[in-house]
């Protein structure tokens, strides 16, 4: 008796759960903040290999939103792309 294989492609939802871990920096949240402002600024500024993890996106009036991710932008559009079948 011989046995009949048929494969499936699985995906596991574990790859996505970096994709969770972001934080919107909002400008007025950051201006109230000025010890974190400077923080963040000496951080852009001497840490250069982690700045494809923070994305600056200018906001309509003004300033400028932040957002603060594990995974870079490079990555992200890797994964949506698998993900999303693109």
């Known amino acids: 008796m011989t ?3 048929q494969y499936m492609k699985v995906r596991s939802l574990v ?3 970096p ?3 972001v934080e919107t920096l909002e ?3 950051v201006d109230r903040l000025p010890g974190f402002k400077r923080r963040l600024n000496w951080f852009i500024r001497n840490r ?5 993890h923070l994305e600056a ?3 309509p009036g003004g300033g ?3 957002l603060l991710s594990i995974v870079s932008r490079e990555k992200l559009s890797r994964v949506l792309r698998l993900m999303l079948d693109a």
């Not at 250069?48 to 494809?52: A, C, D, L, Q, S």
């Open 3 to 5: 046995v009949e294989r």
């Open 19 to 21: 994709l969770l871990a």
């Open 15 to 17: 790859g996505l759960i």
């Open 64 to 66: 400028e939103r932040r």
């Open 27 to 29: 400008p007025d949240v």
């Open 57 to 59: 996106m200018d906001q």
């Open 48 to 52: 250069p290999e982690f700045r494809e």
